[in-house]
Each structure stands twice: as structure tokens, then as C-alpha cells.
T-cell receptor, first 112, second 110 residues
Framework: DAMVIQNPRYQVTQFGKPVTLSCSQT?????MYWYQQKSSQAPKLLFH???????NEADTPDNFQSRRPNTSFCFLDIRSPGLGDAAMYLC???????????FGQGTRLTVV | SQQGEEDPQALSIQEGENATMNCSYK?????LQWYRQNSGRGLVHLIL?????REKHSGRLRVTLDTSKKSSSLLITASRAADTASYFC??????????FGAGTTVTVRA
């Protein structure tokens, strides 16, 4: 029973061509996260939401945007992908009050 | 920005041995969590320890937390080949922000 679903699993995009990654959850969790993870590195927090309240990390590039139209869905938009944006993008959710986060399987983005 | 540091960066042990890894962090936390990640996959939650707890057990896992030193350790006892993975600590601080440390790569040799 997949609870956090990311689509697609693999995405190839051209340099500079906008791309959108999607995440959906069946857990009805308030909090949703987007992380970027490069090879052999820790996941780096890009954004997180508590319901519709949006929190942007200070060092997240302006090239990255996010939308959360409802509780179940969250999107990561990369406006002009560069070669340095090639990475695994991870979506996660958690309930409120210090509960574990549930991760999707990730979307591996390749920029050509 | 990353919250914590982990050591060692990599650990290679024989099946049946114990594996210990440490995590340090910088700011006050609500809780600290440990996750496992198999190569190319998402992260899986292992255990959560709250800031008012000092030790927690789950199966072969033992986690300690020392808030005065801002550090935590994860012990995996009687390791198995299936424990081969990267292990990350994550701190849950204000505003539901969940930040990850650098991770420890554990290899269990058969």
C-alpha cells in the first residue's frame, strides 16, 4: 500500500526546459516536504508545508518553486533546470506533533 | 542547510557484529529521528526519540540522546547483510522543519 507516491520515478529534461515533479499522499498528513539529494550526500531540505503554510529554506534557489493545491498533492517546479540540478528529489509527509516522516521512492532527475 | 554531523562517514563490519554511529546537531530540537536508505531508494523511518527521552529500543536498534551535548547514537546489534545501507539522523525542530545529517554508510560483510 503505497502511501507517498512520487511521479515519475525517472525524469529526463533538457537544460533550461521547465519540469514539474509531483507527489501525492494517502495519509492525510499536514506536513509535506521536498528534499534534494545528490549522490552520497544527505537529503537537503528545499521546502516544507504545514497545511498551506509554506516554508522556504533560505538557501533554496529561486529556480525552485512549489505548490500545494490541497492536502493530498504537492508539486515541485524547476523553472530552468541546470546540470547542477540533476539529483534525486524526495517527497515526504508527516503528521503534526513530532511524528515520523514517510518518504516516497523519489524522482531521479537527469538534465541533458 | 544541514543540521547535523555524523560519524563515521563509513563503517564496514562483519555479519553478527554491532554497528555504532553518532550524530551531533546544533540547535534545540523537539525530537531526533533515525532513517535508513538503501541505494537509490527513499528513506525509511527507524526510530524516533523525543527530547525528554534518553534511550530508546526497537528490536535490534538502540538509540541514545544527550541533549546537553547535542548528540545521539544509533547502535545496531547482531548485524545482518540486509542492514547494509546508509543511515541518517534527522532533527525535528521548530516549524516542523526536519533536517538531515550527513549520514553513515554501513557495509555488513557476510
Amino acid at each position: 500500500d503505497a502511501m507517498v507516491i512520487q511521479n515519475p520515478r525517472y525524469q529526463v529534461t533538457q537544460f533550461g526546459k521547465p519540469v514539474t515533479l509531483s507527489c501525492s499522499q494517502t495519509l492525510n498528513h499536514n506536513v509535506m516536504y521536498w528534499y534534494q539529494q545528490k549522490s552520497s550526500q544527505a537529503p537537503k531540505l528545499l521546502f516544507h508545508y504545514y497545511d498551506k503554510d509554506f516554508n522556504n529554506e533560505a538557501d533554496t534557489p529561486d529556480n525552485f518553486q512549489s505548490r500545494r493545491p490541497n492536502t493530498s498533492f504537492c508539486f515541485l517546479d524547476i523553472r530552468s533546470p541546470g546540470l547542477g540540478d540533476a539529483a534525486m528529489y524526495l517527497c515526504a509527509t508527516s503528521g503534526q506533533g513530532g511524528t515520523p516522516a514517510f518518504f516516497g521512492q523519489g524522482t531521479r532527475l537527469t538534465v541533458v | 542547510s544541514q543540521q547535523g554531523e555524523e560519524d563515521p562517514q563509513a563503517l564496514s563490519i562483519q555479519e553478527g557484529e554491532n554497528a555504532t554511529m553518532n550524530c551531533s546537531y546544533k540547535t534545540s530540537i523537539n525530537n531526533l529521528q533515525w532513517y535508513r536508505q538503501n541505494s537509490g531508494r527513499g528513506l525509511v523511518h527507524l526510530i524516533l526519540i523525543r527530547s525528554n527521552e534518553r534511550e530508546k529500543h526497537s528490536g535490534r536498534l538502540r538509540v541514545t540522546l544527550d541533549t546537553s551535548k547535542k548528540s545521539s547514537s544509533l547502535l545496531i546489534t547482531a548485524s545482518r547483510a540486509a542492514d547494509t545501507a546508509s543511515y541518517f539522523c534527522a532533527t525535528d525542530a521548530v516549524d516542523y522543519k526536519l533536517s538531515f545529517g550527513a549520514g553513515t554508510t554501513v557495509t555488513v560483510r557476510a
